[in-house]
């Protein structure tokens, strides 16, 4: 089946910092690759998505590239703050339906 | 626009008994739904697609007689464990598909139920 990683597993930043996360999938045929970030006791929440006809997406502080041919993409965040602190999931879609992958996640803490 | 409910967010039961979670789409009709479970610091594993009015698709694994789902219509849908016993206390979660042109590869989530069996 298909095997979606994160990396790292954990990242620490200071406040102001910039923080990368790597999702990488072995689906070829994924064609939409959206991240999610999930606080304590909650659900995931849509933070940026981007589809596989686009290299890069921009909102505000936060950006996803996408590599298509090595199969990875990432979410930058710029000048974190501590409300960035949570769990963080990409969630590549499978080919041919709707459903989602969700990857292994990355905890971040933005430290003040 | 786009919310998602679940009802209840947390809910105790006993071993053996059956426990219902709802999920709904508020402002929003919904085709299709899905259903994750999360442990403890794990990611979100699908368990099944649930479509309005057909029965519901699962994942590898799961066992379709001890998670009953129904969706019944284009808002609801039911996530029903029957029998349930202390390995199936988790975080369950629902999500539903956008029906727009333009949002119709998104999932909402909802805000989860935290299951206890005791």
């Known amino acids: 089946g298909e095997n979606v990683e994160q990396h790292p597993s954990t990242l620490s930043v200071q406040e102001g910092d910039s923080a990368v996360i790597k999702c990488t999938y072995s689906?070829?045929?994924?064609?939409?690759f959206p991240w999610y970030k999930q606080e304590l006791g909650k659900g995931p929440q849509l933070i940026i998505d981007i589809r596989s006809n686009v290299g890069e997406k921009k909102d505000q502080r936060i950006a996803v590239t996408l590599n298509k041919t090595a199969k990875h993409f990432s979410l930058h965040i710029t000048e974190t703050q501590p409300e960035d602190s949570a769990v963080y999931f990409c969630a590549p879609k499978t080919s041919g339906t709707y459903k989602y992958i969700f990857g292994t996640g990355t905890r971040l803490k933005v430290l003040a | 626009g786009a919310v998602v409910s679940q009802h209840p967010s947390w809910v105790i039961c006993k071993s053996g008994t059956s426990v219902k979670i709802e999920c709904r789409s508020l402002?929003?009709?919904?085709?299709?739904m899905f259903w994750y479970r999360q442990f403890p610091k794990q990611s979100l594993m699908l368990m099944a697609t649930s479509n309005e009015g057909s029965k519901a698709t699962y994942e590898q694994g799961v066992e379709k007689d001890k998670f009953l789902i129904n969706h019944a219509s284009l808002t609801l849908s039911t996530l029903t464990v029957t029998s349930a016993h202390p390995e199936d206390s988790s975080f369950y979660i629902c999500?539903?598909?956008?029906?727009?042109?333009?949002?119709?590869?998104?999932?909402?989530f909802g805000p989860g139920t935290r299951l206890t069996v005791t």
């Open positions: 999500s539903a598909r956008g029906t727009s042109k333009t949002a119709r590869y998104e999932q909402y």
């Open positions: 402002d929003f009709q919904a085709t299709t």
């Open positions: 689906d070829s045929a994924s064609n939409y």
